[in-house]
């Protein structure tokens, strides 16, 4: 550093940092929250805006029956509780991208109250408690960057549904909030109710953060974090804030109620507004909709139709499959790769194995190809046929995966014990096609053989993979190494 | 030379041949031209009524089945959406706004062959008791040009009053509808909240808005009611209630039971002869054999103040989208900074009415006065709504005046919004409420002004209160 830098000497290690997050999820529905306007993303601007999305005189709201379904089942996922009797508020502020001057919100009845999300950090299990989920609409998007003088608004994304997700103040670290984001985008995709992209916004997080000494009870001054566009940033966010609160307080300065935003570029908060500017937004029942009540067996509904979540496949997949924690926990982390592997192992019932091809060969083609897994060419009975084949001894995993794999991928109605056949791929693993390589082998390494014989038992693996080699491939390394040592004793 | 008495009779006489709907739409063309100067009308859609009844009346000549409201000319208050045309709520701040829709219940009288014939002024956002708050200008009372028409659906009434047109449709959030009709002497009704969808009527306040109907006849405002009434996918709040036919079951000989307030019209402010007809037509009642009874009511000096509350909160809201941003009325310098340019485009665009209610909505919605002043509102409201029931629950129909007073001269209450405001006394209450109301022009004052008995009804019996109606005014 070619000039003086005042280092400030804090004691972070005094501190406890304490964090709750805001999670805004748009909700996969067909249309908007309260109109049939179509919610896809990347439209041309203002093309999916009807008089109702542009607050027309004269327009009123129509409840999307779909969204208050999403919420609930997300309640349901988190054992929440779920309450019957909601209504909605409206939240009043003027912004050009908002266009009735007022969101509607649910501000005292939120659809769901309570509620746990599992996180795990280092083998260490925690929960982390749910404040509320609500529903509300999107606002539209203001565009500052088009237009050199003006600012330019798209109102296709203004009433799209969302919920919003909001947690206690339970998290300790930039490292918990990773988790806990990394698993509530997990839930909203199995759940299959947001795609959960935050590079395009369809998931959104705001941190509320503060810091004490350990040991006190009472919370910090707290300031929220806003433009996080990534489950990184989340975390560089807070670890750069909790910094600037701590050194504020070691300098024995006062942190002040504030909202900032995060600049990823220069990985540094700045202040948007103070606390005391914070609006009145006057909420009140919004009286253009009228309360709905939620039925139980509406709700059961609802209950009946969640999949198994990743908690409970990773347990059934260590328990059941006795598949390792890790495994399970590859295989799980996207509901649809989860989904294949299971449908795999009702036709493969290697169980191991089958992971390992998913681990593996499966999901590096998906990377490699960018695709997901519900794009993977090969039905589940054709990849288990593979799978079968290797672990009848017919073919290598090398084979298998090196060379029948990708011509399978290329041509998916071919089958792969055909393939092995007419390119002649087959292993062997008869003695009589076996022994005449080996004796071959032998006598072309007698000196080796020598060797072994006076005790360097490691020269095994070089006898072995020059009996393949010369096989090309196809004699069973298994097999191999039985008549070898059979070989080898006389 | 065409004369309306009914849609019936007029009806009749298009299938006898003896006139047309070309005929009718002329002399309605006639009229509105020769009475300009009352500004009932702010537009008129002579080419498109003219096609239309040209159209009808083929189609009615090539013996085709007529709609329900074949031919029938209809004007509407400047604050329900008509797709294609423009609408303004009478303000400024929508000036060259054109609807990009229909409203449900125009929608609805377009089904059955009924022709537009224009859009009638109002007081601006539907806030008013004269009509004098429009950027239109005022209108005038036909019967005494010196004197206001009523507000806030002023237009709507005069276009019935001075033969305008058949029928009009207004809208009524504490009266609007109501009181016009008493100033003009016609019939006003106000339908039970929710009968009607909303969708398409530029909203004042959302839980006290109900589109209403002007007419000459009970069987006209009752066949209205039939055709635009009923569950509606646009508007949440409208009810799914079945419509009945009550242009078919208007005729009774029932002996009914009516409930009245004396602190009603005992009231300090009630005009004596307006009281004195109500007591004679109630005494009068009891000889033809009804049952009429005097009920305590303890809640009257309450509702108003709980109808201004409530009101201008949800107006506060509502009224917010005028915002200068997406349409309408923008501050000629747009290039200040947001909050200015709010500020700049809301304060030239709306009216000293309007902006006057918008600040009294927004401090009683604001952090602090919420609970004094909304949260005390809304439990006036829950008491009168009890109180009613209450009422409901032994009579058929509770007896009130429509107002206290005949028709104000121009420009007399402009400067007392509060006594204005007080005139309101008989007509929030079933906006309060959500009951149906009507104002049925018995009466004439010695002023040589009409005016109107109210009778109101239980949530949802239209079928009696029009056919109490029907007795009432025959």
New interface residues.
Partial sequence: MGYFCPLIMADYSKYEVVIGLEVHAQLLTQSKLFCGDSIAFGAEPNTHVSPITLGHPGTLPRMNKKAIEFAVKMGLACGSEIEKNNYFARKNYFYPDLPKGYQVSQHTTPICKGGVVKIKIADQEKEIHLTRIHLEEDAGKSLHDVDANNTCIDYNRAGTPLIEIVSEPDLRSGEEAFAYLTEVRKLVRYLEICDGNMEEGSLRCDANISVRMHGETKLGTRVEVKNLNSVRNVKRAIEVESKRLIEILEEGGTIIQQTRSFDANENTTFAIRDKEDADDYRYFAEPDLTPFHLKDDFIENIRASIPALPEQRIKDYTDRLQLSVYDAAVLTEERSFSDYFEKLIQHATNYKSAANWMSGPVKTWLNENNKQPEEFPLSAKQLSSLITLVDAGKVSFSIASGKLFPQLLANPTLLPEQIATEQNLIQESDVSAIGPVIDSVLAKFADKVVEYKKGKKGLLALFVGEVIKQSKGKADPKKTNELLIEKLKS | MFEFSSIEQYHAQLLKGSTTCLQAVEHYLQGIEATKHLNAFIEIYADEAIHQAKELDAKRKSGKQPGKLHGVVVGLKD???YKGHK?S?ASAI?NN?T???S?TAVERLIAEEAIIIGNLNCDEFAMGSTNENSAYGKVLNALDETRVPGGSSGGSAVAVQANLCMVSLGSDTGGSVRQPADFCGIIGLKPTYGRIS??????Y???FDQIGIFGNTVADVSLLLEIMAGAD?????VSKHEVPAYSKQLKTSKKFRFAYFNEALNHSGIDKEIAEAIKKRIDELKNEGHTVQAVEFDLLDYIVPAYYVLTT??A??N?????G???GYRTKHPGVE?TEF?KQSRSAGFGKEVKRRIMLG?FV???GY?DAY?TRAQKVRQLLKDKTELVFSQFDFILLPTSPVTAFKAVEKMGDPIAMYLADIYTVMANLVGIPAISLPLFSHSNGMPFGLQVMANAFDEVSLLQVSDTLMT
Avoid: H, N, P
Wanted: aromatic share 20%; with cysteine.
């Fill in positions: 604050v329900i959406c609408v709520a929508l706004f609807s990009l829709y409203a909303r969708y398409g009527l530029i909203a306040a959302s839980s996918e646009f508007d949440s709040t909160a949800e506060s809201s009224l917010s989208r005028f915002d941003v997406k349409y947001l709010y927004t919605l604001s952090a919420f909304f």
